[in-house]
């Protein structure tokens, strides 16, 4: 057996051998790469209820679905993921005693502008915060970030204006 045929029959490339020259054929199996024209049109829409479900592992989850890497197409550089929908996010737990010892850092860019706020504060002023900065902590710090955190609708009651898309429940286990 030739030695380069021993080598390369891990890559899956077959080589045929000839008495006159060695002819390498094309690869046995093909590895699809998405395009963005494919997904632009084919989202699917979600539904979370955010009511008593730990805000880390919940946006983890989130995150993910965001960026389609529950799908077997997930390509790194083309946002395949789909829309999320989530509800009563005025309803998230933290573990431990993270609702009062957190803090979210913010800065306003002027000297002395720093703010800080605990997780109890921004549920009492602007409850979808919360969740949003954590979602958005978790994506690609670029344009295609930005893309996939366009497509994450949080509200904080159960009222939401997308049933016209049909969204579908999900429910996520042991989080």
Not at 49 to 69: F, P, Q
Not at 117 to 136: F, G, Q, S, W, Y
């Amino acid at each position: 057996m030739h030695s380069l045929s021993r080598f390369l029959g891990y890559t899956g490339i077959e080589i045929k051998e000839n008495k006159s020259e060695n002819i390498v054929s094309k690869l046995s199996y093909k590895t699809k790469s998405a395009r963005k024209e494919d997904y632009v049109d084919s989202r699917d829409w979600f539904i979370v209820d955010a009511t008593n479900l730990t805000v880390g592992r919940l946006a983890s989850e989130i995150a993910k679905i965001l960026r389609g890497k529950h799908k077997p197409s997930y390509t790194p550089h083309i946002d395949t993921g789909d829309c999320i929908i989530v509800i009563n996010a005025e309803k998230v737990v933290f573990t431990g005693n993270k609702m009062n010892a957190k803090e979210y850092v913010r800065y306003s860019g002027y000297p002395g502008g720093q703010r800080k706020a605990t997780p109890r504060d921004l549920i009492e002023k602007k409850p979808i915060a919360i969740l949003e900065n954590a979602v958005r902590g978790m994506l690609p710090k670029n344009r295609l970030g930005r893309a996939m955190f366009r497509k994450l609708k949080v509200y904080a009651g159960t009222d939401h204006p997308h049933e016209a898309q049909n969204p579908q429940e999900l429910k996520f286990v042991n989080i």
